[in-house]
């Protein structure tokens, strides 16, 4: 499996393994694809890569700039993130995750942010101090890549508002 750089090709691909991915998903509101494409035409998409083995994509992350008190600051969100249902499990997106944090903090980001699963996002954690009020608190989580900590209110990119 190699992780790359989206290209323009993908775009259906991406967005077929990310309703898939997330179909059943309790939470979901079936939006994430829309999301995805609301941040790829906004210019928002910092980081999109995808995870394939041969010719076939098998999963997608990405990473798009947040706000935090209404200014730019170097912090990322992420998210939407899938994989394709028959492949889930296998530590794709786990992988597609490391290589997005380690592309970001080469970049000098400062942190990463998103709303998720406690017990799937273990590696990320509260950060007092900063807050999303879109959310309960416990499933806004981030993780610092450089520097110190931030503190206020969290706003994702409007993207995150496509239906």
Not at 31 to 54: K, Y
Request: aromatic share 8%.
């Amino acid at each position: 499996m190699q992780i790359r750089n989206e290209c323009p090709d993908d775009r259906a691909i991406i967005g077929g393994i990310t309703r898939a991915a997330f179909a059943t998903h309790p939470f979901s509101q079936q939006t994430e694809a829309e999301i995805i494409d609301a941040l790829r035409d906004a210019g928002a998409l910092h980081l999109s890569l995808v995870a394939e083995e041969g010719q076939d994509i098998l999963g997608h992350a990405a990473f798009s700039p947040v706000e935090i008190d209404g200014r730019p600051g170097g912090w990322y969100g992420l998210g939407p993130i899938s994989v394709r249902p028959d492949r889930q499990r296998q530590g794709i997106g786990g992988a597609l995750l490391r290589e997005g944090l380690a592309q970001l903090k080469d970049q000098g980001a400062a942190g990463v942010v998103l709303v998720g699963d406690p017990a799937y996002y273990t590696r990320f954690g509260p950060l007092p101090g900063l807050r999303f009020d879109g959310a309960p608190a416990h499933y806004f989580m981030g993780l610092v890549l450089n520097g110190p900590r931030a503190t206020g209110s969290v706003t994702f990119h409007p993207g995150f508002g496509a239906h």
